[in-house]
């Protein structure tokens, strides 16, 4: 004989959602292991990745240096203005990524003002009543990787310039192999290269 019992039979509560009529339940395991090693994966990533960047800048800088060894790096030319002369000078500093231009006015023709100017830089030197011819004038310009043509623009005042008068004035094309070009009339002037 059975016992007439009060409990209902053990249904699982996803089975019960579905008879409820919403969706069943699924685990959510597999989802989240999914995510874990994801996660892994990424920091295993991020942690090893700068290692490889550091040891790539480091080579890079190694090839940079020995390039450099290789590379000529100062070039002088002596250009004239009308009654004056200056020496243009370029100094390629290949291991700090720069180069040194100056303009400075000879003795033997001397000049009142010189002025060197590019890339957004200038610098211009004019002569004192105590000093009769003034200082070179000097500019610091990056170096691009790899290296290019910089286009420089000079002017020399020669002994007869005075303050407010404009300075005859030319724009050279320095390379980084040694030759020096007027780019106004697209001739190469002499320069010593070492």
């Given amino acids: ?5 009060d409990r209902l039979p053990y249904t699982p509560a996803s089975q019960q959602r579905a008879a409820d009529g919403g969706p069943p339940e699924r685990h959510r395991l597999w989802p989240a ?5 994801a996660l892994a994966l990424a ?8 290692k490889d960047a550091e040891q790539q800048r480091e080579q890079r800088a190694t090839e940079r240096k020995a390039a450099a060894a290789d590379r000529k790096s100062y070039m ?3 250009l004239t203005f009308r009654k004056a002369k ?17 303009l400075d006015p000879t003795l033997a ?4 003002y010189v002025q060197i100017s590019g890339q957004g830089q200038s610098d211009s030197q004019e002569a004192l009543p105590h000093i009769p ?5 000097e500019i610091t310009l990056p170096i691009e990787d ?9 002017a020399l005042g020669d002994k007869d310039w005075k303050k407010g008068d404009t300075a005859p004035s030319r724009v050279l094309r320095l390379s980084p192999e040694g030759t020096l070009t007027d780019v106004t009339t697209g001739k190469e002037l002499p320069t010593r290269f070492s």
Avoid: C, Y
Wanted: aromatic share 8%; no cysteine.
């Fill in 1 to 5: 004989m059975s016992r007439p019992t």
């Fill in 33 to 37: 292991i999914t995510a874990a090693i």
């Fill in 43 to 50: 920091l295993a990533f991020v942690w090893s990745n700068p």
């Fill in 76 to 78: 002088t030319s002596e």
């Fill in 86 to 102: 200056a020496h243009l000078s370029a100094n390629w500093e290949w291991e700090e990524g720069k180069i040194v231009i100056g």
């Fill in 109 to 112: 023709a001397p000049s009142n």
């Fill in 133 to 137: 011819w003034p200082d070179a004038a």
């Fill in 146 to 154: 790899p290296p290019q043509t910089i286009t420089v623009r000079v």
